[in-house]
């Protein structure tokens, strides 16, 4: 029974390390490419990427959020927006923090990369 569960919990671990290898986007690879990061820089971009990384719990909120709204009425509505705004704005601190620690350990160089690679789409580029 213990090499079950075993087993069990490595196929699940496996499939979980396979879905976070799948989860770094192309732009992600360009850009850790790009910057050309020390061994010391690297620790920091691991914890970058940790922060930035989409978080299941505020996909299920917004799915949830999304899937309630049309079925209470207006207030309840309207609070159930403002509770999911709130929770939006501490994940956006708790992200821009990572963001403004790992921009600070990069050189002026490589933050000028930074700032060219992640502009946002469509945005003009100089």
């Given at each position: 029974?213990?090499?079950?569960?075993?087993?069990?919990?490595?196929?699940?671990?496996?499939?979980?390390?396979?879905?976070?290898?799948?989860?770094?986007?192309?732009?992600?690879?360009?850009?850790?490419?790009?910057?050309?990061?020390?061994?010391?820089?690297?620790?920091?971009?691991?914890?970058?990427?940790?922060?930035?990384?989409?978080?299941?719990?505020?996909?299920?909120?917004?799915?949830?959020?999304?899937?309630?709204?049309?079925?209470?009425?207006?207030?309840?509505?309207?609070?159930?927006?403002?509770?999911?705004?709130?929770?939006?704005?501490?994940?956006?601190?708790?992200?821009?923090?990572?963001?403004?620690?790992?921009?600070?350990?990069?050189?002026?160089a490589q933050q000028r990369v930074f700032d060219q690679?992640?502009?946002?789409?469509?945005?003009?580029?100089?």
């Amino acid at each position: 029974m213990r090499w079950i569960a075993l087993s069990f919990c490595l196929v699940v671990a496996a499939a979980g390390a396979a879905r976070a290898a799948e989860a770094v986007s192309p732009e992600l690879i360009r850009l850790h490419d790009d910057l050309k990061l020390s061994d010391s820089q690297d620790i920091a971009w691991r914890d970058y990427t940790t922060a930035i990384a989409p978080d299941p719990q505020q996909v299920a909120r917004h799915r949830a959020t999304s899937e309630l709204l049309p079925l209470v009425p207006t207030p309840r509505r309207i609070a159930l927006i403002e509770a999911t705004m709130s929770q939006d704005a501490i994940d956006f601190r708790r992200q821009s923090a990572a963001v403004t620690a790992f921009y600070g350990k990069l050189t002026p160089a490589q933050q000028r990369v930074f700032d060219q690679d992640t502009l946002p789409q469509g945005s003009d580029r100089p």
